[in-house]
């Protein structure tokens, strides 16, 4: 029988849980599972520890009593007595010239304008998603950005682009008949076309005329991102057709890329450098002013291409023989396999071969000071560390230009990264 | 198997007709010193279906990637459809558009997906619109019975998928002249049939036909000649009723019973 049960107390509400004891929570819990989990971890931890806080004992304090505003050395130290600090007065004093060199300052806006359609110009080529008839744009964005960096006549750039239609025109009226033939017909119209338009430039230098500027005024991480650009964008094509060269069943087009491509990667980038400086002279004809920016221009490419086919090479050994012969199979001519079911393939897994060498290259941009161009580190090395002014600030400075190549470096990382993501298609 | 009801009872009643699909006179081929294809003379009728057998390492492979000229020969004629193969180029894409080929590894291009891998070949070899090239797609996708996955890459398809998507994919160029190579034997046993229904169907539709395979029970039902190759040569050939109940060669007795014995 159920008595009447009579409680001195009824729980209405279930309790909370308590709180896990503090040993097993958040901070504490990440703490010993991550960080100390054994002793040899302990050790290292520890070890770490000390490493960060040397480096930041010593970074904070010249970091955060660093002088902004001074005229010169010697009055940022003036101005710092006894702490010592940076003297990022520097920076704020030459950051014109690390990045425009010895432009002039009115026009400004012209390399920043080119640099600004850059991305325009990149954006349909390094996304799917943007809509494909601004590559169009990316077409013209060449000639457009020579104009504004470099100036003179409007003609210049227009020429030299018509000068390349007429040459695709007669390509692609021959081309059927054979391949070699559009190619030569091509060159040799290109080429016609540029002599005869040479005849126009200069009698009417002033049409639509931008002031010019010497290429010896071009410098600063503007001519670093000049060589850049130009020379990743040329050496992807130079290094795919090489590659292909080199897998060619016709043995001279394999030799004389195997030749180039062992050449050129055993010679270093330096060497190239001051042929292009001085040696290519020899080989011009006299009087023809071969600008030295082109001349860096061709060496570089042809160092990075090299490279680039040799990565593209190990991407093409790595696809199974399926693939060709499926292709093969289907009717597809060598063109059209390559470039449809060969090549988007052998690139992918290229990717991060690929960019490492672009952002090598990059980074190389930086030895044309060698040759005495006024490239960032050589505009530091030079005029800004030799003046009275700046004379010793080479932290803060060259701390700038690191800032501005890891900036460029590591979104070309993330992107690749990003890109082959994107890629992924063939993932069980 | 789906055999469709009015399915012929004997292959041989089958409609061949007497016009040569392919002539093959006298060919031989090497690899370096290794003498892999001798003397071999074949003559395909418009129609037929054939069933190339033999032990592995006798060129059966090799004898049908040189009718497409994947692989090249060094001695005698080969013709295909009233083109000479040499190597003139133009020839060889011509014969390579003509001629469907399926591979034992399927061989489908993984960064398309299965409707840009039926389309591709129509579109840039016979310059086909787009959208008729993608309307003859999904009808054969659809005859493979796999329309629903035409958007699909093929890394996320089983390989009997796989394998159907590829013979689609041939189909699509409309060739006149087929060639299977062992296409059932990367394919996990559950597989097999229903890459065997969709051969089934496409002989019974008049394709011309070679098919190098093990697949017995295929090779009788849909086969109306049967050929054997031992070290690089045609053997012998024959009905395939006479050649299961009745091979004249050793060599052909033994392989038979190896192959059927378990
Ligand atoms: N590229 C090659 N180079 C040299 N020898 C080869 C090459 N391809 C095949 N062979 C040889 O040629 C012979 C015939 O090969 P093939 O692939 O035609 O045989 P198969 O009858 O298809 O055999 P399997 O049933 O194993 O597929 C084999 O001995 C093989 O080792
Ligand atoms: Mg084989």
Redo the contacts between chains.
């Keep these: 029988m159920a008595e009447p049960r009579t409680a001195a107390f009824v729980r209405h509400d279930q309790l909370p849980p308590s709180p896990p004891p503090a040993a097993e929570t958040g901070v504490i819990k990440w703490l010993r599972e991550n960080l100390f989990s054994s002793v040899l971890n302990s050790v290292l931890t520890l070890a770490a520890l000390y490493c960060i806080y040397a480096l930041l004992s010593g970074f904070l304090p010249w970091f955060f009593n660093g002088v902004w505003d001074a005229e010169s050395v010697r009055d940022c130290n003036e101005q710092m007595g006894e702490n010592r600090g940076g003297c990022f007065a520097a920076i704020e004093a030459t950051w014109r010239q690390m990045v425009f060199g010895i432009y002039p300052n009115d026009i400004y806006w012209r390399p920043v304008t080119a640099f600004v359609l850059l991305w325009v110009a990149f954006a349909p080529v390094l996304f799917q998603a943007v809509p494909r008839k601004l590559l169009y744009f990316t077409l013209l964005y060449p000639f457009l950005a020579y104009w504004l960096v470099w100036g003179g006549t409007v003609l210049i750039p227009v020429l030299a682009l018509l000068g390349l239609v007429v040459g695709y025109v007669v390509y692609s009226r021959l081309v059927d008949q054979s391949f070699a033939m559009g190619f030569l017909g091509g060159v040799l119209a290109a080429a016609i076309f540029w002599w005869l338009s040479g005849f126009i430039t200069s009698n009417a230098g002033d049409v639509l005329a931008l002031r010019e500027v010497a290429t010896r005024n071009i410098g600063g991480f503007m001519l670093n991102m000049i060589l850049g650009v130009v020379c990743v964008s040329l050496s992807l094509p130079l290094g795919i057709v090489l590659a292909l060269g080199r897998q060619s069943s016709m043995p001279i087009i394999k030799w004389i890329c195997v030749i180039f491509i062992e050449f050129v990667r055993g010679v270093p980038l330096i060497t190239l450098l001051f042929v292009a400086n001085v040696v290519l002279a020899y080989f011009l004809p006299p009087g023809t002013n071969f600008d030295l920016i082109l001349r860096v221009i061709i060496m570089i490419t042809m160092f990075a291409g090299a490279y680039i086919a040799e990565v593209i090479r190990g991407g093409l050994a790595a696809l199974?023989r399926?693939?060709y012969?499926?292709?093969?199979?289907?009717?597809?001519?060598y063109a059209?396999s390559m470039r449809?079911?060969i090549l988007?393939?052998a690139l992918?897994i290229s990717i991060p071969g690929i960019v490492n060498v672009a952002v090598g290259l990059f980074k190389d941009t930086t030895l044309v000071s060698v040759i005495s161009m006024f490239d960032l580190v050589g505009i530091i090395r030079g005029p800004i560390l030799a003046s009275t002014e700046w004379n010793g600030v080479y932290w803060e400075v060259f701390g700038f230009a690191a800032c501005l190549f890891f900036i460029i470096c590591y979104g070309i990382s993330q992107y690749s990264q990003w890109l082959e993501r994107q890629?992924a298609?063939?993932?069980? | 198997m789906a055999m469709t009801e009015n399915a012929p009872e004997t292959p041989a009643d089958m409609k061949v007709s007497d016009e040569v699909a392919i002539e093959i006179q006298g060919m031989n081929k090497w690899y370096g010193a290794f003498h892999v294809l001798r003397d071999i003379d074949l003559t395909v009728y418009r129609g037929e279906r054939i069933v190339i057998c033999g032990p592995s390492g006798s060129g059966k492979s090799t004898l049908i990637r040189c009718i497409?000229a994947?692989e090249e020969h060094q001695k005698g004629s080969i013709n295909v459809d009233g083109t000479v193969l040499s190597s003139d180029?133009k020839n060889i894409?011509?014969v390579?558009?003509?001629?469907?080929?399926v591979?034992q590894?399927f061989?489908?291009?993984?960064?398309l997906t299965i409707l840009e891998n039926c389309t591709?070949?129509p579109i840039?070899?016979r310059k086909t619109p787009k959208r008729e090239a993608e309307e003859t797609a999904m009808h054969f996708l659809e005859k493979v019975k796999i329309p629903e996955q035409a958007d699909k890459?093929?890394?996320?398809l089983s390989g009997g998928q796989q394998q159907r998507v590829a013979i689609a994919?041939?189909l699509c160029?409309k060739p006149r002249i087929m060639l299977f190579d062992e296409p059932t034997s990367a394919l996990d046993p559950e597989m097999i049939s229903e890459v065997l229904d969709t051969m089934i169907e496409l002989a019974e539709e008049g394709m011309t036909m070679l098919c190098v395979t093990h697949e017995m029970g295929f090779a009788r039902k849909v086969a109306n000649r049967v050929i054997f190759m031992d070290a690089g040569q045609i053997v012998e050939q024959n009905e395939p009723e006479e050649f299961f109940n009745n091979p004249q060669s050793d060599r052909t007795k033994l392989f038979l019973s190896q192959i059927l014995g378990h």
């Design positions: 199974p399926g693939q012969e499926a292709a093969d199979s289907l009717g597809l001519d059209q449809l079911i988007p393939q992918k890629l298609t063939d993932r069980r | 497409n994947l180029i894409d011509r390579r558009s003509e001629v469907g080929m591979f590894h061989n489908l291009f993984p960064h591709l070949a840039w070899v890459y093929p890394g996320q994919r041939s160029m």
